[in-house]
């Protein structure tokens, strides 16, 4: 079936969503789908997790600000708008709550949803990201933080490549309102990743909601912090994904979706 599409708005941008697998029906929970950092959702997601998730319940995918069909808006990109962002477009559908699924970016994004809009939030699965960028391999954080430090050989094989970056820029060129801010896209969301806080260990620790935090063994966030993201939330469950990268996680459907049907319907024992 086609999917359908559309634009919900919030403070002053329009951000596009499609709708897998519907109609939305009253009483099912549908999937939200966030997309990593300068992808869009063909890029991210068609052919690997979209299609595998279709499959269990209808999906939301959105394009988030400065990403594909998405515009962009005057001032710095904020985390906190991007939370907004999302639950707009479920207002707009008139969805009570979702099952969130966010990679990286996404995830990150998604953090902030079950934060500031708990209601909204069924559950939450964050791939490949955590609640605050500091969460990442120490070297990675230097590297977003000072463009000009060499990446060791060590973190070479985390980074995305060459072709990941000319797929992203494709993709990029081929859905936004203007085809050639993608460098500037680039720019605007690297400060906000670089200057943002995360969202506070507290509020972390109020989301009642099941959370399923799913990394690669060989990711960008570190394993000691997932283990501490999970120990803070009151029903969380980790998987560390063998021989996987950060950009690997999108293909493991085979092994998250099955993580991710099984999350949402079964809490975790009292710890």
Not at 7 to 29: D, F, K
Not at 61 to 71: M, N, P
Not at 215 to 235: C, M, S, W, Y
């Amino acid at each position: 079936m086609k999917p359908t599409s559309g634009y919900a708005s919030n403070a002053g941008l329009e951000t596009y969503y499609e709708i897998h697998g519907g109609p939305l029906r009253s009483g099912q929970i549908p999937f939200v789908l966030l997309h990593g950092g300068l992808m869009t959702i063909e890029v991210g997601f068609a052919g690997r997790l979209l299609p595998q998730l279709t499959a269990l319940a209808p999906v939301i995918a959105l394009e988030l600000q400065c990403h594909g069909h998405t515009g962009d808006r005057p001032g710095p990109v904020r985390m906190d708008v991007l939370a907004d962002d999302i639950a707009a477009v479920l207002d707009h559908l008139e969805v009570p709550a979702a099952h969130l699924v966010g990679f990286s970016l996404g995830a990150m994004a998604a953090f902030g949803v079950a934060v500031r809009h708990p209601g909204k939030t069924a559950s939450l699965t964050a791939l490949g990201a955590s609640y605050t960028f500091d969460g990442m391999q120490h070297e990675l954080v230097k590297l977003q933080r000072d463009p000009a430090h060499i990446p060791s050989e060590a973190l070479i094989p985390l980074l995305p490549t060459e072709e990941d970056f000319a797929a992203w820029r494709a993709g990029f060129e081929a859905a936004a309102p203007d085809p050639s801010a993608f460098d500037q896209s680039v720019e605007r969301i690297n400060a906000m990743v670089s200057s943002w806080d995360g969202w506070a260990k507290d509020d972390i620790a109020r989301i009642a909601a099941p959370v399923l935090l799913a990394i690669g063994d060989n990711d960008f966030v570190r394993i000691d912090h997932a283990q501490e993201t999970v120990a803070l939330l009151p029903d969380a469950r980790l998987a560390v994904l063998p021989g996987t990268t950060h950009t690997g996680l999108l293909d493991r459907g085979e092994w998250l979706v099955p993580m991710i049907a099984e999350r949402i319907r079964a809490p975790s024992p009292a710890r």
